[in-house]
């Protein structure tokens, strides 16, 4: 199982690296190439932000998910209303299931300094 942890925002445009060496310019940051079946298992937030966004793609390139809501797979935004007394009231961990949440390369992208790590996988062949 693999990881990724993404320390603030990151839905702007940006050169990224892939695992692979190569790279892309994207919004978020991609769990591997286009065409690459990947899983998300969980996400772990360390620091929910009152009105911070978490979205995962279903692509590995991507605009900002404000402009680009087109292959959302999933979306959580945390209230605005959320202070620090409220903090844990809210999940601060989302499970896919044993199985997970497949996506076409995928990519995680936040608006907030939120502390973020991704549990995903490359998916098993078919």
């Known amino acids: 199982m693999k990881f990724k ?10 050169t990224v690296t ?9 919004a978020g940051l991609p769990l591997a190439k286009a065409g690459t079946d ?21 692509k590995a ?9 087109s292959d959302n797979a999933f979306k959580y935004t945390y209230p605005t209303t959320l202070t ?9 961990t989302f499970d896919f299931g044993e199985k997970g949440l497949t996506l076409d390369g995928g990519n995680v992208q936040i608006d907030q300094t939120m502390q973020v790590t991704v549990l995903w996988d490359y998916a098993p062949a078919a």
């Open 61 to 69: 390139l991507a605009m900002a998910f404000a402009t680009d809501t």
């Open 18 to 26: 892939l695992d692979d060496g190569s790279s892309i310019s994207t």
């Open 5 to 14: 942890y993404i320390s603030g925002a990151n839905n702007t445009t940006a």
């Open 84 to 92: 620090s007394s409220y903090q844990y009231v809210y999940p601060t």
């Open 38 to 58: 990947v899983v998300v298992y969980k996400i772990f937030v360390g620091i929910p932000v009152g009105g911070g966004n978490i979205v995962l793609k279903n």
